[in-house]
């Protein structure tokens, strides 16, 4: 059975920091493409950020990069989100997900990312 | 950027009638990397469909999708109480992946 369990999400404020956790299993994770998806209340599914698990290629949306580092552990089978510099405008469910392309078969649940003063 | 607008924003059917969904892309999408998700609150995205028609393992037959190059659509053939949720596309070819903004389809 393939499973994707985030964790880490909390309230943090302005300029802070968090680091996100994304535990998987039940798939060949360094095959795969892991992405970071979030989705702001009340608003729409946002692509944030995408690594090939074995870490040998990894893209950003604009609004992230320099702030936010995603990294893989495929010892661990295991995907981070390393977010720094957080604004207002972070806060979302951030979501964890796989494909065997840039497509997600596999999504996690989500973990509530709060920034605010 | 590949802007996905997606109409219309809101469809209230009635269980068994025919949902029309579309997504429009601003500029082609290479190799129709094209895909369709149902997010239904506090769950997790599930992917209905990829490149643009191939569905995805386990989803049932009433879910289609077609088009290609900028006019894309997902066409659920006969509601079901459960098929209410909001839908997304997105395309997977180019970077940053980007998704349209959601169609909420309502069972009356």
Known sequence: EVQLVESGGGLVQPGGSLRLSCATSGFAFRSYWLSWVRQAPGKGLQWVAIIKGDGSQKFYVDSVKGRFTISSDNAKNSLYLQMDSLRVEDTAVYFCAGGLGWTSLYWGQGTLVAVSP | ?108
């Open chain 2, 1 to 108: 950027e590949i802007v996905l607008t997606q109409s219309p924003g809101t469809l209230s059917l009635s269980p068994g009638e025919r949902a029309i969904l579309s997504c429009r892309a601003s500029q082609s999408v290479t190799n129709n990397f094209l895909a369709w998700f149902q997010h239904k609150p506090g769950q997790a995205p599930r992917l209905l469909i990829d490149d643009a028609s191939t569905r995805a393992t386990g989803i049932p037959d009433r879910f289609s999708g077609s088009g290609s190059g900028t006019d894309f659509t997902l066409i659920i053939s006969s509601l079901d109480p459960e098929d209410s949720a909001v839908y997304y596309c997105q395309q997977c070819a180019h970077l940053p992946l980007t998704f349209g903004q959601g169609t909420k389809v309502e069972i009356k």
